[in-house]
């Protein structure tokens, strides 16, 4: 294992620097004579550590690959009962602090992959899987209580109650204004603050619906929209630079390394059928309300509520109405928009109202589509960036992508940035991985964009390709079987 000589811990020499600085296992057995835990730091037997943060998982996780040649599995052992601590960072910057001193190291919880070394008979290969100690407690706990008022109160109690997720990490949240009584009916306690997470309605934002995750600085209960904006009236701004190079060039300056995208990949720019059977363009919703005896019917409209909240893109820090990546454009030539086919997805729920006394339900009509369509909109446009190593970015995070206009170009035209797809983006994920056999620190980040950066040309006429109109458009089989038996008679003769 090739070990990694760094005369200043706080100075990037070259972009992927890493200070790995913790990385150890604590029993959970004791020494008889002191009294206290074994461990056993491993950091000099490391191959690769990686880490996994996202923003639709709840928590974070990771693996870690190391040469044992002690047999450390057995000596210390290694059961799934063991805590980890690890420290890692960019120089210079913020990091992963999962240490005992702060209170919060991970749990290693199996051990997989194991081979000999063909080197080394008495060395071996194997991965310990570790995650957070609220994952732990979230696989044997159960919810099953009533939570009345605020729902952020509610997801609070849950990641602090011993019979909830037992955290002492700090808690991020955005208020709500939602004042109702949910009952919970026996869920693990990530299920139960989902449950919950669906009739959150933002303080400031038109946003429905909240993500419960984890980062290094813990966890965090909010809106899609607050991670875009602040206060509720500007955009939020980006937090680093990216940019992909068509050659490849040595960096001189560290920080232009650093913001350099290694390889990038795209997934889904485009899926209108996918978009529309699953409810992001348009929708109908059935709301019955069993004490009044009534029925209500809601459509929602891709184009009229777009410009309602805010996006990844925007117009001088304010929301944009018309960019949305769905052209307004009249379909085939019709009359209408494709977000006007509200029947393309149905839906029906219950609207109930006077259950709970003075508390009130959520209003179906500002949650239900439109944070459908809103989770729908950030899986339609992803891309995968490599990146060199930059602990401060976190899911959640807003990173600028400077991407290329993919074209052939004159020998001095400057390349331009593409102009849909280059600009802003949310992480929804981040997975750190350091190697110590390559002395490098890189980063897997999964974007999304749902706006682009220049709005798509409006066409409000109607266009349509001329098709074709045959004189006999309805044709009867037996006929067309039987002209053929003719033709096949005449050829015969």
């Given amino acids: ?132 100690k609220e994952m732990v407690y979230n696989s044997f706990n159960r919810i099953s209580q009533a939570y009345a008022g605020p729902i952020e109160e509610g997801v609070e109690k849950i990641l602090r109650d011993k019979d909830g997720m037992n955290s002492k990490k700090p808690f991020v949240y955005e208020p709500t204004k939602t004042n109702t009584k949910l009952v919970i009916p026996n869920l693990k306690p990530l299920n139960a603050i989902n449950l919950m997470s669906q009739s959150a309605i933002s303080g400031l934002y038109n946003n429905a619906g909240y993500l419960f995750y984890e980062t290094p600085t813990g966890f965090h209960f909010r809106s899609v929209e607050s991670m875009l904006a602040l206060g509720g009236a500007i955009a939020r701004p980006a937090s680093f630079k990216y940019r992909y190079q068509l050659a490849s060039t040595q960096e001189s300056d560290t920080e232009k390394g650093l913001s350099a995208v290694i390889q990038y990949h795209f997934q889904r720019p485009a899926n209108t059928l996918f978009n529309l059977n699953e409810g992001m363009i348009a929708s109908k919703l059935i709301a019955h309300d069993s004490f009044h005896k009534t029925i209500q019917e809601f459509d929602f409209d891709y184009h009229e509520s777009f410009g309602k909240y805010f996006h990844t893109e925007h117009d001088d820090g304010n929301k944009a109405d018309l960019k949305g990546t769905l052209p307004l454009s009249k379909f085939d030539g019709n009359q209408y928009y494709l977000s006007e086919k509200s029947n393309a997805k149905l839906m029906t729920t219950t609207n109930t109202s006077n259950m709970h006394n003075d508390y009130k339900r959520v209003p179906v009509d500002r949650t239900i589509q439109n944070k459908l369509s809103q989770r729908l909109q950030m899986r339609n446009v992803n891309v995968d960036l490599q990146v060199y190593g930059n602990s401060l970015i976190t899911a959640g995070s807003i990173i600028y992508f400077e991407m290329p206009l993919m074209k052939p170009s004159g020998e001095n035209e400057l390349l331009r940035e593409n102009p849909y797809w280059s600009g802003r983006y949310l992480v929804m994920a981040v997975k750190h991985t350091i190697s110590t056999e390559t002395s490098r620190y890189e980063m897997s980040l999964k974007c999304m964009k749902d706006a682009v950066q220049t709005a798509y040309d409006v066409e409000t006429e109607n266009s349509s390709v001329n098709e074709r109109e045959y004189e006999q458009s309805v044709l009867n089989i037996y006929e067309v079987d039987s002209n053929s038996l003719q033709e096949d008679k005449l050829k015969d003769n």
Avoid: W
């Fill in 1 to 132: 294992v090739m070990t990694k000589q760094i005369d200043n811990p706080n100075i990037i020499h070259q972009p992927g620097d890493y200070n790995l600085e913790t990385v150890n296992i604590i029993s959970y057995r004791k020494n008889d004579a002191e009294g206290i835990l074994y461990e056993y730091n491993i950091k000099p037997i490391v191959i690769s550590v990686e880490l996994t943060e996202d923003i639709f998982t709840g928590f974070m996780s990771g693996n870690i690959i190391i040469k044992d040649a002690q047999d450390i599995r057995s000596v210390l052992p290694i059961t799934g009962l063991e805590k980890l601590e690890l420290a890692f960072s960019t120089p210079g910057m913020k990091g992963v602090r999962a240490l005992r001193d702060e209170g919060h190291p991970f749990h290693i919880y199996k051990i997989e992959g194991m081979v000999l070394d063909a080197t080394n008979p008495k060395a071996q290969f194997y991965n310990l899987y570790f995650c957070s």
